[in-house]
């Protein structure tokens, strides 16, 4: 199987969670899922390794929000690398750790969707439906706590939102 072959079944297994997922509000763009929320937006971002060969797909799933308040940029313009919160699926799984996945010619692409789908709705999209709310987000920052941030960046938001850091 070719490396054409490998990512068609990547995409059918981002294909096939952002079905799954578009009951909850997701619609697919490219690798990443989006649910807007006001100004606000959520992310789920299928993020290919650069471990990717001919024989095997390797990727992780990042989440982020947007807040709206902060971006300057539609909704529709949202991107993971100007997020607010930044977090990786693997780290709210029961392991607390970096998850990366693999796709080679042997994989159930079906059962790897369907294990995907659950991680997502059980761990995933409570978190970041959690902090859609931009009160929330805020309350987040305002304990100390930025997940994909710097503190510098933290306190700049919170400045900006004419929060004290």
């Known amino acids: 199987m070719g490396t054409a072959d490998i990512k068609t079944l990547f995409k059918n297994v981002v294909r096939t969670v952002a079905s799954r997922l578009s009951v909850q509000g997701f619609a697919q763009r490219g690798l990443a899922l989006h ?5 606000n ?5 299928f993020q290919l390794s650069d471990k ?3 024989e095997c797909v390797v990727f992780t799933v990042n989440l982020a929000i947007v ?4 971006s300057g940029t539609a909704p529709r313009d949202a991107r993971i ?7 990786r699926l ?19 692409v079906l059962a790897l969707a ?8 059980e761990f995933g999209v409570p978190y970041l439906d959690e902090y859609l709310d931009s009160r929330t987000l805020i309350a ?7 997940p994909g941030l710097t503190a510098v960046q933290r306190a700049r938001f919170l400045n900006q939102l004419g929060r004290a850091s």
């Open 41 to 45: 937006v959520a992310i789920i971002e």
């Open 52 to 54: 990717t060969s001919k």
């Open 81 to 87: 690398m100007g997020a607010h919160l930044r977090q």
């Open 140 to 146: 987040l920052w305002e304990s100390g706590k930025s």
């Open 67 to 70: 807040c709206g308040e902060l």
């Open 35 to 39: 649910k807007n929320v006001g100004s």
């Open 114 to 121: 369907d294990e995907l789908s659950r991680k997502l709705e």
């Open 90 to 108: 693997g780290f709210l799984l029961p392991q607390q750790a970096d998850k990366w996945w693999e796709i080679t010619a042997q994989t159930n």
